[in-house]
């Protein structure tokens, strides 16, 4: 069959719909929420060809509504667990050899179905399943998993097209095979685009993956297997299971094939899984691709340049959109004492003017904290800097958990840089502050350096860009996504490729070719035309 060198569509960023009043995806999105919330769905788990029901059936709550059943998923034990890396593996051989432009076509195919027949249903999943509201479902589910599909695509390309020089006679050249064995992609609670991107980036590159979601994400993730069966996904290419965390790594750590772990969540996790991999080094075929984000304890520096509106807002922004329940979220802020008046004022101003409530009213801004144990742990910091008195309550500190998991944006003040919310990160909408005078900025620098062992995201504000120059070096290492007079969050897709070092992971960088290369293992292959047929070389003739 004749071949060629295929260029695939050029990937643009999703454009996000802004679901304003009287607008047409407002009232498909409501539409959709209300279909959602009328059905009480049943889930299987996707292995091989078949969904998979157990007598184990665990509910489905709305964070916001704790008495809304949104449905019931199937849980598995040991047993799928072996099963999903059988099928995997039988799957492998034929997904492998399957041409490069068939794998392309599959993911396209799925971007385009988010974008369209599946843009209301995968929002309204993730908006009802993980209390997210209409924009921050619109930015995740829908445009950032729809950008990572397409641009995906285009980086596999890339790679692709990478190939050595030749010399005379020769022909030399790259074969960018998958890994041998199977992936393993655990996915967070908090973001849906990261839940699709971390089975489907593997498997773009010929891996097959067991894919094993956070529990609180499973409504938003079985939409996202629906979309890649009805894309054409093969069978067995990501086996989709709802298992206990420490149960899977059990079976798969232990398994000669395991080939990688495309990872999102925790550090003492990511550390856990880090060690037994290690431990179990012996056990492997190959050495396991070990790629994860883990989180941060991200800040806000502001220099005495920087305008005092720009800095509220962003702060409100950065730390309390979806919670303060993102990775990269605004935890900590150190404020010039000569702007902490005016930047208080705005930042109460908008936070009397911000509702919370469910995430069907459209104009709540916050919404729930994602279950019981959160809310939990999230009270608990806020009751202890309550009683603390070296720290003062500037807005927020209110709890209820009655009908859903609601944390008021709350906003503290420490008189104590290293006070353990400036330190810890706490995964909720709690921002920390520290005021500092403006003699002592590059102390202040020092300090934000060496505060958290993370280093994930981080911005700083000003207008003097001797400042903002100084500031980019010394903390060159604080933050692997850093932004200047904006907030840490939001990173786009072929924009601003997402990860960090330290403790906040691997840096391999989503959203980039960087992270693709994880999922590949490279065959050099050297072709001679004309082979020598004479051992001897020149130098050896006589004189």
């Known amino acids: ?26 009232a498909k999105l409501k539409a959709a929420l209300a279909e959602a919330s009328s059905k009480t769905l049943d889930i299987p788990m996707y292995i091989g060809a078949e969904e998979v029901r157990t007598e184990i059936q665990k509910e489905l709550v709305a964070p916001h509504n704790r008495h809304q059943i949104l449905g019931y998923f199937h849980e598995g034990d040991q047993s799928h667990v072996e099963q999903a890396i059988t099928a995997a593996l039988n799957a492998k051989e034929e997904w492998a050899n399957l041409p490069w ?14 974008a369209g027949p599946y843009r209301y249903k995968i929002n309204a999943a993730t908006m009802l399943g993980q209390s997210k509201n209409a924009y921050q479902a619109e930015i995740d589910s829908a445009c950032e998993l729809i950008d990572f599909l397409r641009f995906n695509v ?7 097209s990478q190939q050595p020089k030749s010399s005379a006679g020769v022909w030399n050249r790259l074969e960018y095979r998958p890994l041998e064995g199977f992936v393993f992609a655990l996915t967070p609670f908090n973001f849906t685009a990261i839940a699709g991107n971390l089975p489907t980036a593997p498997a ?14 499973i409504y938003s993730a079985q939409v996202i297997m629906e979309v890649l069966k009805e894309a054409g996904l093969p069978d067995g290419v990501i086996n989709l299971i709802y298992v206990d965390g420490p149960l899977a790594g059990g079976v798969i750590f232990k398994h000669p094939d395991f080939a990688g772990i495309h990872f999102t969540g925790s550090t003492g996790v990511f550390q856990q899984i880090w060690k037994t991999i ?12 070990i790629v994860g984000e883990t989180g941060g304890k991200d800040f806000v520096l502001v220099h005495e340049t920087a305008d005092p509106k720009t800095v509220a807002t962003a702060l409100v922004r950065g730390a309390f959109e979806y919670q303060g329940q993102k990775c990269s979220a605004a935890s900590r802020a150190y404020i010039p004492s000569t702007l902490w008046d005016q930047i208080r004022e705005y930042i109460v101003a908008d936070l009397q003017a911000i509702r919370m409530g469910s995430v069907e009213d459209f104009q709540n801004f916050v919404n729930a904290v994602i279950d019981e144990k959160a809310f939990d742990k999230i009270s608990k910091y806020i009751a202890n800097a309550k009683a603390d008195p070296a720290v003062e309550l500037i807005a927020g500190g209110n709890v ?14 420490a008189a104590n840089p290293l006070y353990v919310t400036m330190c810890e990160e706490i995964f909720g909408p709690v921002l920390t502050i520290y005021i500092y005078h403006p003699d002592n900025f590059e102390q202040t620098i020092e300090l934000v350096d060496q505060t958290s062992p993370y280093a994930l995201t981080g911005a700083f504000f000003a207008k003097d860009r001797y400042a903002i120059d100084l500031v980019t070096r010394k903390l060159s290492n604080a933050a692997g996504n850093f932004y200047i007079n904006d907030k840490p969050t939001g990173a786009v897709v072929g924009q601003q490729p997402f990860g960090g070092a330290r403790a906040s992971g691997t840096n391999d960088k989503a ?3 960087l992270n693709l290369l994880r999922w590949v293992s490279a065959r050099t292959i050297k072709e001679t035309l004309v082979p020598p047929t004479d051992f001897r070389y020149p130098f050896l003739e006589s004189e």
């Open 278 to 289: 290690g431990e179990n080094i012996h056990l492997y075929k190959s050495y396991p691709r």
């Open 154 to 160: 285009h980086y596999a390309t890339e790679i692709y």
């Open 511 to 513: 959203g980039s070719l």
């Open 101 to 114: 432009e068939h794998r392309a076509s599959i993911f396209l195919k799925a971007a385009e179905l988010l």
């Open 204 to 217: 773009l590159l010929g891996n097959t993956v067991v894919w094993k979601p956070a529990y609180q994400q």
């Open 400 to 413: 209820d958990k009655t009908n859903g998991f609601f944390v008021e944006p709350t906003v503290l003040v």
């Open 1 to 26: 069959m004749s071949v060629g060198f295929f260029q695939v569509p050029i990937p643009q960023n999703e454009p996000v719909k802004e679901y304003r009043p009287g607008s047409d995806e407002r």
